[in-house]
């Protein structure tokens, strides 16, 4: 079975994330993304993280799933900032995704 490249599950992610994000994010979000995405900002590709599983009510398979995060980079290229995360099947043969958006509470 055929399975996506790294590289295709991130640009899978990214594209859902610029259809959605206007709809999913508080405003003030957007504004940050748009201002300092060019400089700080990341879509990478990691292992799916444990809680996953509990949120979906089924193990999650780290052979057939990845995890893609998208948000704000520190100064130590770490996220400072997620602005969500993505389930995205590795084959090619399944489309099914799950995603996770951290909305900024207002105050």
Known sequence: MEQ??????????YDQFLEQA???????????????FEQRGAVEATLPNADWSAELGMPVDIA?????????????????VLFAS?????YVTEE????????????
């Open 64 to 80: 057939l799933w990845v995890e893609v995060q998208v948000g704000l980079l520190d100064h130590q290229d770490e996220f400072e």
């Open 4 to 13: 996506r490249t790294p590289d295709q599950l991130v640009e899978w992610a």
């Open 22 to 36: 206007a709809d999913m994010l508080a405003p003030e979000q957007i504004v940050d993304i748009t201002l300092e």
């Open 96 to 107: 099914a995704t799950y995603v996770r958006w951290y909305r900024q509470q207002q105050a």
């Open 86 to 90: 993505f389930l995205l099947p590795r």
